[in-house]
């Protein structure tokens, strides 16, 4: 649930604070004070695209703030743990837009990617503006719906999978069959490539190991000079450092007996003679394995300039020289195998035809048995809404393919068409008329009933726990008289369940509201502003009768607005 709106320099905005509770939420004002720019502002939180045209003049970044209540939201809490996030009953999503600049998102006051911000947008809530009237006239997003009340993830998951590894099988032999004739006309010199490759043997790295043991050998007798001088110098000496100091050690030893003071520049002084013994002894070390056999040195060059040949030749590096080589390997295994990669493969595609069908086809029948239960419900929520000899159907269809064609998957006998979405093409398709027969709803469905149908799928939607907070903007549209009390009733009932948000300018829904908030816009200054507040009983009955009988607000309204908001009460 929504419980605080907090938005700051955003469009006509410049500061608002508004605090929604259960029920529904409804909101009212004059065309053009600004009510959509709340939802817009909304959608900001939900990970919607925004660039810096939102912020208010001489506002330095616009602000939007949300703060939900979480506290049985299971997938909610899960995708905050799953983040490393704050996981506590409250969740507060903030969304910056800078005049200048990159946007900023936070959730819990941890920064976070927009990406994810969405993530937790779609767990929260359900925006439904005008624009979607639009989609449920597009029959591509029928299946959309259905799958959303049906509950299709793990089906469609499994089958997903399966169909994409099939794609992936079918590029594969693409790709080798378009090479087919490239390997052909140059096996011979893929073959010379790997050859001369293989005669040198490169290893990873190999190049710059022997060029820092060359600056050694080659550099091995001024090296051997600077070892010896600095080893003489600190232990071979008859006055060397070891010396030195392990005469002075004798003498703090003896100050130790008169003076214990003396006992820690002992216990330095014995960890100075032991680290001038341990340098002493790795500088001899060192020395003992300077190679000085020009042999030797002579083999590091010629091998060398046998890397480096290469690595002119391929690719500048020893990381692409060995890419090549295997590179050069599976090209020429597959040239010298091509007949039985490809034979595999098909076998492969095959396998997967079937796999993907049977998937598939389980997908499609758990549509089947949903879009009955679809059926029933839409037509009864549709009875309620004022559409009483409403008749709706789900019809489904597939296309078949020839059983020659290495497209599409294999259900039964059958070679199918198929897509992500499975095989099934479907459409919506309603009556509203008594004796016409169903036809497809894009085709028949007028504004107002496109409205209520939209909202019967909100309504059975719902039922199925799957949508938290529902936001609608203007749903009323085409709508009037009789059928918006019935629209207003479904909106009320729909809100026992769900949090509701409703943008509208009808009375009939506005009458229903468990909590009501004008929106005004007012110039300030030479600027216009917008602002919300919620209005009280008195106020509520007021902003009714304005609704019906507009700005000169009559008795009578003022009348029938009270007994419409007492009627819903009761």
């Known amino acids: 649930m929504l419980k605080t709106l907090y938005v700051k320099d955003y469009a006509l905005i410049d500061s608002l604070t508004v605090e929604f509770g259960a029920g529904l939420n409804i909101i009212t004002g004059e ?37 939900f209540d979480v506290t049985l939201n299971k997938k909610i809490r899960a995708l905050c743990e799953a983040n490393n996030l704050d996981n506590n009953d409250e969740l507060i999503l903030r969304r910056e837009i800078p005049a200048k600049g990159s946007n900023r998102c936070f959730i819990n006051d941890s920064p976070v990617t927009l990406n994810l911000l969405a993530s937790f947008g779609d767990l929260l809530v359900d925006i439904h503006g005008q624009h979607e009237h639009q989609s449920l006239l597009r029959n591509e997003t029928h299946i959309d719906f259905l799958d959303e009340f049906a509950g299709t993830e793990k089906q469609l998951a499994d089958y997903q999978e399966l169909f994409h590894k099939l794609n992936s099988v079918r590029g594969e032999l693409k790709t080798i069959t378009d090479k087919q004739f490239e390997l052909r006309q140059r096996k011979d010199l893929f073959s010379f490539q790997l050859k001369e ?30 070892t010896s001088t600095a080893y003489d110098m600190l232990y071979e000496q008859e006055t060397s450092v070891q010396s030195l100091l392990s005469a002075a050690r004798q003498d703090i030893m003896a100050l130790e007996k008169f003076d214990p003071a003396f006992t820690q520049t002992l216990e330095e002084l014995n960890s100075a003679v032991a680290y001038i013994n341990d340098i002493s002894d790795a500088l001899r070390a060192y020395k003992a394995n300077i190679d000085l056999e020009p042999a030797r040195l002579e083999s590091l060059r010629e091998r060398l300039m046998a890397l480096n040949s290469l690595k002119r030749k391929y690719g500048g590096s020893i990381q692409a020289v060995l890419a090549l080589r295997e590179s050069l390997s599976d090209d020429l295994s597959l040239a010298e195998n091509f007949d039985e990669k490809v034979n595999k493969l098909k076998k492969e595609i095959v396998t997967l035809q079937a796999e993907a069908g049977k998937a598939a086809q389980v997908l499609s029948e758990k549509r089947n048995d949903s879009a009955k239960k679809v059926v029933k419900e839409i037509v009864s929520v549709l009875h309620e809404l004022g559409i009483p000899n409403a008749k709706f159907d789900v019809r489904f269809e597939k296309s078949v393919l020839d059983k020659n064609d290495n497209d599409g998957i294999v259900v039964g006998k059958e070679h199918l068409r198929a897509t992500e979405n499975g095989y099934d093409k479907l459409e919506f398709f309603i009556s509203t008329n008594t004796g016409e027969d169903v036809k497809p709803l894009t085709k028949v469905a007028s504004g107002g009933e496109v409205s209520r149908i939209m909202l019967s799928l909100k309504t059975i939607l719902a039922k199925n726990d799957k949508l938290p907070l529902l936001i609608f903007d203007e749903i009323d549209t085409g709508v009037s008289g009789k059928i918006a009390q019935k629209v207003g009733n479904a909106l009320h009932g729909l809100a026992k369940f769900h949090q509701v948000i409703a943008i509208t300018h009808l009375p009939q829904i506005a009458s229903q509201a468990d909590r009501h908030y004008v929106v005004e816009k007012t110039d300030t200054d030479g600027r216009a502003i917008s602002r919300i507040r919620k209005l009280e009983n008195d106020e509520q009955v007021r902003e009714v009768a304005k609704l019906m009988s507009g700005e000169k607000i009559t008795e009578a309204a003022l009348q029938s607005a009270a007994e419409m908001i007492a009627a819903k009460k009761k």
């Open 197 to 226: 490759i293989d005669a040198v043997e490169p290893v990873e790295n190999e190049d710059e190991t022997i060029t820092q043991e060359l600056r050694i050998m080659e550099n091995a007798e001024k090296i051997l000079e600077l």
């Open 31 to 67: 065309t053009g004070a600004g009510k959509s720019i709340l939802i817009d502002a909304l959608g900001l939180l939900l990970g919607e695209r925004a660039n810096s045209e939102v912020v208010r003049k001489g506002g330095q970044k616009a602000i939007v703030e949300g703060i």
